[in-house]
């Protein structure tokens, strides 16, 4: 059994030809792979070499270790702080630590932290104890923290250009809620003079410094310690950034270090801000001063030259 049936040759000429079934199955055969082949979509060229911005899994490394009193004054706290995350922990009478919470919901990386508040003074609770506890028992705390809030705050600068002020109020039934106060941060040309690196604390808790890594360092006047917290006794959300003044200076070099000093015997208005700094292959010490009462106004490097010889840098810095 033949079929009449349409064949195109070669010069685009239609004719008609008497074919059987095999031979038009055999040419739909051959058809259908040209019909159906899929196009071919073009790969891009995969990069020689990429930039890795952040980790797969968060890494479980501690970077400071405090000890503080961010949810009341009787709670002997500890503080890990990691990479964007916060562990508190309480020191137990027998000396073991206890798991209290984890806060991770910065949606930052942490550059830098430091406590801020009153400072608490060790003594003995017992007369042979597991480990020392600390106790306010040279100043009364309430005389100038309101009953209601720990002596103490947390200050983290994030990398998305904030400083974070930061403590905890724990409910009767356990429950842990944090209380906070941001403030931005300047932004600048590059980021090793984004402000963050380093804070330093005033051991009077009155100013807070913070430095890029390079070049540029901005003073906080804080508000006294009495009108530092939440107004109105609430414990919850947000509260305005504890902060009256503010003003920058510029350290030429890479800053190293960074932290106030003591003021002198009977020179308690005095603020002392001390600042190791590297250029040129030369380590300096710059020193900044000025009277608290007086504000910064009258702030002045009183001491700005090379300490170190070549080669030598400190790895820390205490102040006692």
Same mark, same amino acid.
Request: aromatic share 8%; proline share 9%; hydrophobic share 40%.
């Given at each position: 059994?033949?079929?009449?049936? &349409?064949?195109?040759? +070669?010069?685009?000429?239609?004719?008609?030809?008497? &074919?059987?079934?095999?031979?038009?199955?055999?040419?739909?055969?051959?058809?259908?792979?040209?019909?159906?082949?899929?196009?071919?979509? !073009?790969?891009?060229?995969?990069?020689?070499?990429?930039?890795?911005?952040?980790?797969?899994?968060?890494? !479980? &490394?501690?970077?400071?270790?405090?000890?503080?009193?961010?949810?009341?004054?009787?709670?002997?706290?500890?503080?890990?702080?990691?990479?964007? %995350?916060?562990?508190?922990?309480?020191?137990?009478?027998?000396?073991?630590?206890?798991?209290?919470?984890?806060?991770?919901?910065?949606?930052?990386?942490?550059?830098?932290?430091?406590?801020?508040?009153?400072?608490?003074?060790?003594?003995?609770?017992?007369?042979? +104890?597991?480990?020392?506890?600390?106790?306010?028992?040279? /100043?009364?705390?309430?005389?100038?923290?309101?009953?209601?809030?720990?002596?103490?705050?947390?200050?983290?600068?994030?990398?998305?250009?904030?400083?974070? %002020?930061? *403590?905890?109020?724990?409910?009767?039934?356990?429950?842990?809620?944090?209380?906070?106060?941001?403030?931005?941060? !300047?932004?600048?040309?590059?980021? +090793?003079? /984004? +402000?963050?690196?380093?804070?330093?604390?005033? !051991?009077?808790?009155?100013?807070?410094?913070?430095?890029?890594?390079?070049?540029?360092?901005?003073?906080?006047?804080?508000?006294?310690?009495?009108? *530092?917290?939440?107004?109105?006794?609430?414990?919850?959300?947000?509260?305005?950034?504890?902060?009256?003044?503010?003003?920058?200076?510029?350290?030429?070099?890479?800053?190293?270090?960074?932290? %106030?000093?003591?003021?002198?015997?009977?020179?308690?208005?005095?603020?002392?801000?001390?600042?190791?700094?590297?250029?040129?292959?030369?380590?300096?010490?710059?020193?900044?001063?000025?009277? @608290?009462?007086?504000?910064?106004?009258?702030?002045?490097?009183?001491?700005?030259?090379?300490?170190? /010889?070549?080669?030598?840098?400190?790895? @820390?810095?205490?102040?006692?």
């Amino acid at each position: 059994m033949s079929l009449q049936s &349409m064949v195109r040759l +070669p010069n685009g000429e239609l004719v008609s030809r008497n &074919m059987d079934i095999h031979q038009i199955l055999a040419a739909n055969r051959e058809q259908a792979p040209k019909e159906t082949a899929p196009k071919k979509i !073009p790969q891009e060229e995969i990069p020689v070499f990429g930039l890795l911005s952040r980790t797969v899994i968060r890494s !479980p &490394m501690i970077n400071y270790i405090f000890p503080a009193r961010i949810r009341h004054k009787d709670k002997n706290d500890v503080l890990f702080i990691g990479e964007d %995350f916060i562990h508190i922990k309480e020191i137990l009478p027998d000396g073991h630590l206890q798991h209290i919470f984890t806060k991770s919901d910065f949606g930052s990386r942490i550059r830098a932290a430091k406590v801020f508040g009153k400072q608490i003074t060790p003594v003995l609770d017992t007369p042979e +104890p597991d480990i020392k506890m600390e106790n306010d028992a040279e /100043e009364n705390l309430e005389t100038e923290v309101p009953v209601s809030f720990p002596p103490q705050v947390l200050i983290l600068s994030l990398e998305s250009k904030k400083l974070l %002020f930061l *403590f905890a109020d724990q409910e009767a039934s356990g429950k842990l809620n944090f209380v906070q106060s941001s403030l931005p941060l !300047p932004s600048q040309r590059s980021f +090793p003079e /984004e +402000p963050g690196k380093n804070i330093a604390v005033d !051991p009077k808790s009155r100013a807070i410094a913070v430095s890029a890594c390079e070049n540029s360092v901005i003073v906080f006047v804080a508000k006294p310690l009495k009108d *530092f917290w939440p107004k109105g006794g609430h414990l919850t959300g947000e509260w305005e950034p504890p902060i009256m003044r503010e003003r920058p200076f510029q350290v030429k070099g890479v800053i190293l270090r960074m932290e %106030f000093l003591y003021p002198g015997p009977g020179d308690d208005d005095q603020v002392i801000l001390l600042i190791i700094h590297a250029k040129a292959g030369r380590i300096s010490f710059a020193c900044f001063d000025w009277t @608290h009462s007086r504000g910064l106004a009258d702030a002045q490097n009183t001491c700005n030259k090379p300490t170190f /010889e070549r080669g030598m840098s400190p790895s @820390h810095l205490s102040s006692y």
